[in-house]
């Protein structure tokens, strides 16, 4: 018997259709992750399982009852949930964000509740944050005390509505960390992500939504790596690939370069690896092709077949600016740091550099 059974999941908001029979089964231990463009539904889906917002149609059974009005407040407390924003109370210090629930609907002692709350901050790695209060924690540590705010009513499974995507990304790993060792210690979680590393290196199986439902699932390496549906092919593929159009020589060079930092990061890039993408882009776009041309694009994109990423820019002039460049020095970094640099044109010059 599934832990989770989903039959025939609906969400309506008036005429606008969110979730449209959707079914699925969750067994004990799994830990699933629920992938996808904004907008489909997956945290509808997430919320529609413990009844945070209802379906209009369908049903939801846990552990072989059909979850009702009746049993709801049960269910709720055998299925917990990590928000992105948080959730934490700001008046309470850590500790007692902990513990309020566990003597409120546990109807534990104070002095039960703290013990296994102070537990539970080591295992989140927090012990010394115990009596501050939110406005004194990183999102990292907020994150990291909503997560053990939840364990303290022992739920069977866990719901995380991107619990990474309120975080910067130095402070993502800290939140992925303590995921990865619940799902080691054969904890069931539902997650929703963005983050495409994380979810390859920790789930058992994906959800990838579109359409109005699940559109597609299957292992890690199913979805990430032999995708079968075409609207899976374009996301996998758009996520592996990053695009950044110029309309002047005053382009944003600042957000461009922070946003392949971020595109790196979420692709799991090797730091060392990553610094020399983001050195080839900037000297690709700021040195050789800004100076010459008013407009031009920069596509950043990895080949899983051939292992290889490849950094092109394009732009509306039939000349080779790389051969043509007075700067000597930056054309020389790129030369020498790529596997091949080439050059070609169709319409559109496109030099295209590879490592």
């Known amino acids: 018997m599934s832990l989770i059974s989903v039959r025939n999941m609906e969400k309506h908001y008036g005429s606008s259709v969110i ?43 846990f552990d072989g009852e059909k979850i009702t009005r009746k049993n709801l407040d049960m269910t709720r407390r055998r299925i917990g949930m990590v928000f992105q924003n948080f959730g934490l109370y700001s008046h309470l210090n850590v500790i007692d964000n902990l513990i309020a629930a566990p003597m409120k609907l546990l109807k534990k002692s104070r002095a039960a509740a703290t013990e296994e709350a102070l537990i539970l901050l080591k295992t989140v790695g927090l012990s010394e944050r115990a009596k501050h209060f939110p406005h004194e924690l990183s999102g990292g540590q907020k994150q990291r005390v909503a997560i053990a705010r939840c364990l303290a009513m022992k739920p069977d499974v866990i719901l995380f509505d991107e619990p990474t995507s309120a975080l910067d990304p130095t402070m993502v790993g800290e939140v992925t960390a303590v995921i990865r ?25 994906i959800f990838y939504m579109d359409e109005g439902g699940i559109y597609e699932s299957g292992t890690p390496g199913q979805i990430f790596e032999h995708p ?33 930092d971020n595109f790196c990061f ?28 008013d407009e031009f694009d920069l596509n950043i994109s990895f080949s899983d077949k051939l ?25 020389s970094i790129i030369k020498k740091s790529c596997e091949k ?15």
């Open 307 to 331: 292992k290889t990423y490849s950094i092109s820019v394009s732009y509306a002039a039939e000349t080779d600016f790389l051969e043509e460049t007075d700067d000597i020095i930056a054309a």
């Open 266 to 293: 979420r692709q799991g890039i090797a730091p060392a690896r990553a610094e020399k993408i983001r050195l080839i882009a900037e000297e690709l776009t700021v040195s050789i092709v800004s100076p010459k041309a």
């Open 19 to 61: 979730l449209k029979d959707v079914s699925t089964e969750i067994e004990k231990g799994e830990v699933i992750t629920v992938i996808g463009p904004s907008g489909t539904g997956k945290s509808t889906f997430l919320r529609g399982m413990n009844m945070l917002d209802p379906p209009t149609g369908g049903e939801v059974w």
């Open 181 to 205: 060792s619940l799902a080691q210690s054969g904890m069931t979680m539902i997650i929703v992500t963005h983050e495409m590393n994380f979810a390859k290196e920790v789930s058992n199986r």
């Open 228 to 260: 079968q549906k075409e609207l899976t092919q374009r996301f996998i593929w758009s996520i592996r690939s990053y695009n950044f159009k110029a309309e002047s020589k005053d382009f944003d060079r600042v957000a461009m370069l922070a946003n392949i």
């Open 341 to 355: 640099v080439s050059y070609s044109f169709d319409g559109l010059s496109v030099i295209k550099a590879e490592l």
